[in-house]
Each structure stands twice: as structure tokens, then as C-alpha cells.
């Protein structure tokens, strides 16, 4: 689904990732620039837990327009940059796609897992 207008705007007001995003809603930040934020998921499922969001709202991979794609590369990168910086040297990177491939929150989100016994997110 691509939303626009007033209706982006009151999903983007109540939106857990985007109220993250903005410094509504606290989070535990391990990385964050003008694009993307970088926090530990709420309920790990391995030592490493996180989550790469790209600050704007888009719904989905499912819902990414063909001018969004470089911000999906873009999670990847940061998602790299933030392993190599904390030192991690195995991990998995997942994206959970509409509710039957586990995607809970309706916000664009990559899952960073590393260490331990991983569960799927
Ligand atoms: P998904 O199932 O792919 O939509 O993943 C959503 C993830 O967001 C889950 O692993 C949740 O534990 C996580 N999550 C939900 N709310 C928060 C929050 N306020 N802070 C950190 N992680 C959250
Ligand atoms: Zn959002």
C-alpha cells in the first residue's frame, strides 16, 4: 500500500517506528544519522538484536516506490557498517514481509541478529 497526504500524515503520527524516529517514543539507539536509525529491538531473539529503520514512513518492501530503493540499499550498508563498527563478524539480516512473512510493524524495518541461539524474528 503507498499512502500520501493526510492519511501518510496521521500513519506517520501513530507509527511506533516513526514516533522512534523522531525521539517520542524512547528507544536504545546504537547508531542514527539524517536518514536511518539504529535501536535494539524490544524482544531480542539472539544476543544482538536490532532493528535498521529508515527514517521516512514506507509501509513495506512490498510497498517500496521504484525512487526508494536506494534508501532500501541504504538500511543494508548502515546495517554493515553498524556490524563492522561493533565488531560483530557473523550475523543475519532479515526482512519480515506482510503479516504472512511476519511483519508486525507497518513500517519498513531490517532485523540485525548476531550471537547465541538466533530464532527467526
Ligand atoms: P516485525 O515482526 O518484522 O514487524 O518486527 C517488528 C519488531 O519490532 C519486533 O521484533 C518487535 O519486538 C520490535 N518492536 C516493536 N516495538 C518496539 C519498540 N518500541 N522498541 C523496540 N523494538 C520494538
Ligand atoms: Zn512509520
Given at each position: 500500500m503507498v499512502y500520501s497526504g493526510k492519511v501518510l500524515e496521521r500513519i506517520m503520527e501513530n507509527c511506533i517506528f516513526c514516533k522512534i524516529s523522531r525521539h517520542e517514543v524512547e528507544s536504545e539507539v546504537v547508531a542514527e544519522d539524517e536518514t536511518t536509525i539504529v535501536f535494539k529491538d524490544?524482544?531480542?531473539?539472539?544476543q544482538t538484536h536490532w532493528l535498521v529503520v529508515p527514517k521516512?514512513?514506507?509501509?513495506s518492501v512490498s510497498a517500496v516506490a521504484e525512487d526508494e530503493w536506494g534508501l532500501v540499499l541504504d538500511m543494508v550498508k548502515k546495517a554493515a557498517s553498524v556490524a563492522k563498527r561493533s565488531g560483530l563478524i557473523g550475523y543475519k539480516l532479515v526482512f519480515n514481509v506482510g503479516r504472512d512473512g511476519?511483519?508486525?510493524?507497518?513500517h519498513v524495518h531490517l532485523h540485525l541478529l548476531a550471537g547465541g541461539k538466533m530464532e527467526l524474528p
Open positions: 524490544i524482544h531480542p531473539k539472539a521516512k514512513h514506507i509501509h511476519g511483519q508486525v510493524v507497518d
